[in-house]
């Protein structure tokens, strides 16, 4: 187990080829270093079609992944696959990359998530306190329960105005025959 505080400021001190060279190489020299294994052609197809939002995500999740305590954490490729593939994807979709650098709570969501992704949590955490910590940092959960309440009220408001529409329609025979 690693200190949050230290991923947390490892990530601060990013150097700059994570942050402009070329994420295939790098991702595949990461996940290769920590898996032993080349990646896999699910990876390698999913980093060639990415955009630019996901590569920044990929090449941010690799320096965290590089960290001399991480490196040695001999992850499942395929929990490794679904952190790149996926997890990272859905990041680019709620927040740009760039917000790692700016926003506290995206620099520790992609810590929390680059751990659970080698199996391995922040030191002095159970299991159940690093999920919940993730959850309460969770940008893409945040934007799902967000979008889910707009959507609950554009519904409540299109139902009050259907209400609102029928009811005018009653009231109008009503005055004509009168």
Not at 12 to 24: I, K, L, S, T, W
Not at 26 to 35: A, K, P, Q, R
Not at 52 to 81: F, M, N, S
């Amino acid at each position: 187990m690693i200190p949050l505080a230290e991923l947390l400021r490892w990530v601060a001190e990013m150097p700059a080829p994570f942050r402009n060279g070329d994420v295939a190489a790098i991702v595949g020299d990461v996940y290769e270093g920590l898996t032993q294994s080349p990646p896999t052609p699910e990876l390698l197809g999913a980093i060639e079609v990415a955009g630019p939002e996901q590569l920044g995500w990929c090449a941010r999740a690799c320096h965290v992944l590089w960290h001399p305590q991480l490196r040695d954490a001999k992850p499942a490729t395929a929990r490794l696959d679904r952190f790149f593939v996926e997890e990272l994807a859905e990041l680019a979709s709620a927040s740009p990359p760039d917000e790692v650098d700016r926003v506290p709570e995206r620099a520790e969501e992609l810590v929390r998530r680059g751990l659970r992704a080698v199996g391995v949590r922040p030191a002095g955490e159970t299991e159940a306190q690093a999920e919940d910590r993730l959850r309460q940092v969770d940008s893409v959960e945040r934007r799902r329960v967000l979008a889910e309440a707009e959507g609950r009220e554009r519904r409540a408001r299109e139902s009050k105005e259907a209400l609102a529409q029928k009811a005018a329609e009653e009231a109008v025979p009503k005055v004509g025959r009168e």
